[in-house]
């Protein structure tokens, strides 16, 4: 009886330890090194990779916002400000209805399929308003110029970045907002416009936060 008692105490003994331990180690010293680790090689990154301007974070180069201007009275959906350039549509992005102690968007798809009268509609209207926003006196869009993620929103909705196609597309609405020749707009879109990774992996792309950032720089 008196072993039994013994052997149980021991091992409940080497039990708590073996706790103590890997607690100590898989619980503080693992993700203080990780950590570390990190802040070191991956600052950027470890952080959320944001973008500062004029000294402070305005947003992430990983998640797409919307440039739009304020709501106004018995407006429901905001008008988008011409004058930077426009990401593409979130028409997947929902509201948190659960706890509205908190305004928060939700990621998502419409999940609607190629055929839906809805989607059909929604792409047909911002195609519409790509062209109508983006013509000006002396340059005319036309319908054929338009891409496709133009008028279609991305698999998260949070895209954060068009196609050089739809940066070109944008940039004599642009220089005319901003009072700026066509070429300077131009340039600063060809120097944002991003590569394929690696040199074959996915597609040129446009950062828009990172561009809009440039933007305001070059309109002071």
């Known amino acids: 009886m008196n072993n039994s ?24 010293l693992y993700p203080l090194a990780v950590t570390g680790v990190a802040q070191v090689l991956f600052h950027d990154k470890a952080n959320g990779s944001e973008i500062e301007a004029d000294g402070k974070v305005v947003g992430s ?65 911002a195609k519409a308003a790509v062209i109508k926003d983006n013509s000006t006196a002396d340059h005319k869009v036309k319908p054929e110029d338009v891409p496709a993620e133009a008028v279609t929103s991305s698999g998260s909705g949070l895209d954060p970045h068009i196609s050089p196609a739809y940066a070109d ?25 991003d590569g394929r990774t690696l040199g074959f992996i996915g597609e040129p792309r446009v950062n828009v936060l990172k561009l809009n950032v440039a933007l305001k720089g070059l309109t002071g």
């Open 61 to 125: 180069e990983l998640i797409g916002q919307r440039y739009d201007l304020p709501l106004k009275k018995g407006q429901e959906t905001a008008s988008p400000d011409l004058k930077w350039f426009q990401p593409r549509p979130s028409n997947g992005l929902g509201e948190n209805t659960v706890n509205t102690q908190y305004k928060l968007l939700l990621s998502g798809a419409t999940n609607l399929s190629g055929d839906n009268k809805e989607l059909i509609r929604q792409v047909k209207d």
């Open 169 to 193: 597309l944008q940039v004599h609405r642009v220089a005319a907002r901003n009072h700026l020749a066509v070429g300077q707009v131009r340039k600063l879109v060809d120097e944002h416009t």
């Open 5 to 28: 008692v013994g052997n149980t105490a021991r091992l409940l003994g080497a039990g708590l330890r073996a706790l103590l331990v890997l607690t100590v180690i898989c619980g503080v």
